[in-house]
């Protein structure tokens, strides 16, 4: 699909050319492996087991792992319409050639964009329609701990871990090609890996009957669990995204897991025990991970990264480097009262980013019932503290639709933010912003509200309107929801069974796809969908009884079926349990060295336990580690100017693709990982100081592009590695050249650039081009008419236009005149070239004429 690249919508989502992407020989690759997210680039660029798993398979030489994405429907309609299937990233290879295609189920709302990728591969969607040819369609993430509603179409889920399993995985299907084995067999085979679930080989008997095993030896599955994620190679070489992805920073987890019991939440509840990565472990990644990114973020990544162990000392070994390179630091949404003061400090003087927190309820009642263990007293002192130090920004996340609600609950939602504001303006914060984000409650599975009903469509909207009303009177105060609609078509799915596979289907056919984009969700697809399939709403998503089986029975993900309804009972009597890392063992079950025996998964005979760095955590300990003490941050002064430096470079083949941002943003991070000295603006949210010349039009190619970058430290030219920073850059960008100039702001800039155009038509059309332009130079006046994001606009491109040369039959010199003003060259090209689409002329900028400095 490469061939289309001229044609695409954001070309650079499918160049797969980015830095640390891993290309390998076709000659050495044995086993072929698809890693796909059912989402756009973006999103799926951000998710952290996909780079996990993306480096571990990259790492054995005989395997290829390459990414797959969804694409954009404007793609997907190029695709059909030139008759071409969807490819991976790096290869271009075909995803009906893969062995292996693996998807991350993220949430259940990505089921109807499995179909699209399988659809625009040509892989027939049910997993007994595909032949043995098709590559073995497997199925991970967090929403397969209830596989069921998508089995019809996986051939073997991985439930749980996935770092040691994906290489047993890998094992037997590389076995299984090279011995000639089908389909059946190496089911079979892969029958026997811990964590692995087949589908096929269970029966289901309908809603109210548990599936059972069809043969002997089928064993119910048990979560796959990695027990010390120190022992697992970590990628700290990760793909750099071309644009903006929506997590664009270095993601560091710091710990896995998470025994606070918030009975909603089903990755705390599925991803037990916690184990931490140890503070050595964790400044080699650290170290390493930014050297080879230049990230200019740090995340702190955790289910619950306030209660990491050692969370000051891990703060106060990174603080030095970030604070002298301007990197921030990050935390994922916290636990409110989890940072110490003195860390809220740190935090402060590092470069900010958002600080958000999750009550998750607005009543004190409420919160005991999920089990959320806080207090408003809590929220005060730490919103308190957040406002003293000087942020002005904070974001609340809250539910709505929980068990036992009531409309006093809803109404302290926005009474708590008021007296957050209040706190605000007793510091004295300015451009004060407190913004809500509610989403409706969704039972999940391997819960303790798993047996809960959601609430229906007219009380959700009901509640939200309220809400919308209270907030809209309060100055400073900001609510987002999330989607009620979209919210019941995934608890529709959170605890369905097989028989929503035919709801899948017709939702698809109907022209469901990205449904978590508000963009594409059109929740009169579903109900039509729903009325194809004879399925009912109401029915789908109300309560269940705890005596009736469930479609994931077979599936045991951690906490036993006693620990769940015991915290449904202490969730009806309001009653709070304690995080067992520092407390007594609850008896959820998932241990092998607590109270009772393991239920959870894991390779036989080896334990199961919290892997933890030290007893308590090190912010409630009188020895905690010493933090730096506050005042100025220590180090050089990254706003000094000390050198002026112009980097040419070229920008050509897959490069001519990336947009002006998406070029800034790869050159600034080249020049983080070649180390140079930058200079950083002042200000709450510094940034590099460099400047580039016009913005190269996406898909036209240059040889002489220059940047101009200031630097904090004396640094001639020669100084300057440019072996080093090309290295540091993805295919297609070649720096040639440094010179110094002044520290002055105004340099030389372009006066005229040559452009060259080489023609990709038949003879009859070159000749008629190359007329069109001969003719252009001879006129006085050129009008053309141009779209732009604000509508139409007309410009003399004659007065851009210097002189034209014909140098072959395909090939003109073109020279433009920028003295007065500028003008895209591909505005100029289509102008005098009616009809000329892209794929059939290339466009290069051979030569640059700059004017004298300071003009």
């Known amino acids: 699909m490469k061939e289309l690249l001229p044609l695409l919508p954001r070309p650079t989502h499918y160049l797969g050319t980015e830095v640390n992407a891993v290309h390998k020989r076709p000659d050495q690759v044995r086993l072929r492996w698809g890693l796909a997210f059912p989402d756009l680039y973006e999103i799926g660029m951000s998710h952290l087991g996909l780079k996990i798993l993306y480096h571990g398979l990259n790492a054995m030489g005989h395997i290829q792992a390459e990414r ?80 069921e509603p998508m089995a019809a179409f996986f051939d073997a889920f991985l439930i749980g871990d996935g770092e040691e399993a994906v290489f047993e995985i890998s094992e037997c299907v590389l076995e299984a090609k090279e011995q000639g084995h089908s389909k059946q067999e190496l089911l079979r085979r892969l029958k026997d890996v811990p964590g692995l679930y087949i589908p096929a080989f269970w029966e289901d008997a309908g809603r109210e009957a548990a599936l059972t095993p069809k043969g002997a030896g089928t064993l119910a599955i048990k979560r796959r669990v990695l027990r010390d994620i120190n022992a697992a190679d970590y990628p700290t070489n990760p793909v750099m995204p071309f644009g903006k992805a929506v997590h664009d920073r270095f993601t560091l987890e710091i710990a896995r897991g998470c025994s606070r019991s918030c009975r909603f939440c089903q990755a705390g509840m599925i991803s037990r025990p916690v184990r931490e990565r140890s503070l050595e472990n964790l400044d080699r990644i650290t170290t390493q991970g930014l050297d080879r990114t230049g990230f200019e973020e740090l995340s702190f990544l955790a289910l619950s990264a306030g209660d990491f162990s050692q969370l000051e000392q891990l703060f106060a070994q990174s603080f030095a480097r970030c604070s002298r390179e301007q990197v921030a630091v990050s935390l994922p949404s916290l636990r409110v009262g989890s940072l110490s003061p003195d860390l809220m400090n740190l935090l402060s003087r590092l470069r900010r980013t958002g600080v958000t927190l999750a009550p998750e309820a607005g009543s004190q009642r409420l919160r005991d019932v999920i089990n959320k263990g806080i207090s408003n007293e809590d929220l005060f002192e730490h919103a308190q503290k957040v406002f003293e130090l000087g942020w002005s920004r904070i974001k609340l996340y809250f539910m709505i639709g929980l068990p036992t609600e009531t409309r006093e609950d809803v109404e302290a939602i926005p009474d708590l933010c008021l007296q957050v504001r209040a706190l605000a303006r007793k510091a004295g914060t300015k451009r004060l912003k407190i913004t809500a984000s509610v989403s409706p409650f969704v039972p999940k599975p391997h819960t303790p509200f798993q047996w809960e009903g959601q609430e229906q469509l007219p009380a959700l909207r009901e509640k939200i309107a309220f809400l919308k009303d209270t907030f809209s009177r309060h100055s400073g105060l900001e609510l987002q929801w999330h989607t009620p609609e979209m919210s019941l078509v995934e608890g529709v799915f959170s605890r369905g069974g097989r028989s929503l596979a035919r709801l899948v289907e017709w939702a698809y056919v109907k022209g469901d796809i990205l449904s978590s984009w508000k963009d594409y969700f059109h929740f009169e697809t579903w109900q039509l969908a729903l009325e194809a399939a004879k399925l009912d709403l109401p029915e789908l998503t109300g309560p269940r009884d705890p005596e009736t089986p469930v479609p994931w029975a077979h599936i045991h993900c951690g906490p036993s079926r006693k620990f769940l309804l015991r915290e449904k009972k202490k969730a009806e009597q309001g009653l709070i349990s304690l995080d067992c890392r520092y407390h007594a063992c609850e008896g959820c079950g998932v241990c092998d060295s607590r109270l009772i025996p393991s239920s959870g998964g894991d390779v036989p005979g080896h334990g199961i336990f919290p892997r933890i760095n030290q007893d308590e955590r090190d912010q409630d300990s009188r020895e905690a580690e010493d933090l730096p003490a506050d005042g100025p941050v220590a180090g050089p002064d990254l706003g000094r100017k000390q050198a002026h430096l112009r980097f040419w470079f070229e920008k050509t083949g897959p490069s001519k693709y990336l947009s002006q941002l998406e070029l800034q943003t790869i050159l600034e991070r080249a020049f983080r990982r070649a180390a140079l000295p930058l200079s950083f603006s002042k200000g709450f949210h510094p940034l590099p100081l460099l400047s580039f010349g016009q913005a190269l039009p996406v898909g036209v190619a240059s040889l002489c592009e220059w940047c101009n970058v200031f630097l904090r430290c004396v640094t001639p030219p020669e100084r300057v590695e440019l072996e080093a920073l090309n290295r540091a850059v993805p295919q297609g960008i070649r720096f040639t050249g440094i010179e110094a100039l002044s520290l002055q702001k105004k340099q030389s800039r372009p006066r005229m650039e040559e452009f060259e155009l080489v023609l990709h038509t038949d003879t009859e059309r070159r000749r008629q081009v190359q007329s069109f332009w ?46 007065q003003g500028y003008c895209s060259p591909l505005t100029i090209v289509k102008g005098v070239s009616p009809g000329l689409e892209m794929k059939q002329f290339a466009l290069l900028k051979v030569e640059v004429h700059m004017d004298a400095p300071g003009k």
Not at 119 to 131: H, K, N, T, V
Not at 789 to 808: A, F, M
Not at 814 to 819: G, I, K, N, S, V
């Open 68 to 147: 797959v994405f969804a694409p954009h429907p404007n793609v997907a309609q190029e695709l059909r319409s030139h008759s071409l299937p969807l490819c991976t990233l790096e290869s271009d290879t075909p995803l009906g050639e893969l062995d292996v295609l693996g998807f991350n189920l993220s949430h259940e709302l990505c089921y109807t964009t499995v179909l699209y990728i399988l659809d625009l591969a040509g892989i027939p969607f049910r997993s007994c329609r595909r032949d043995e040819r098709s590559p073995l369609i497997l199925g991970g993430g967090g929403a397969s701990c209830n596989p």
């Open 774 to 819: 001969s003719a252009a130079v001879l006129c006085e006046t050129f009008p053309v008419e141009y779209e732009t994001k604000k509508g139409w606009k007309q410009v003399d491109i004659r007065n851009y236009l210097k002189s034209v040369r014909h140098i072959t039959p395909n090939t003109s010199r073109l020279l433009f005149d920028w003295q």
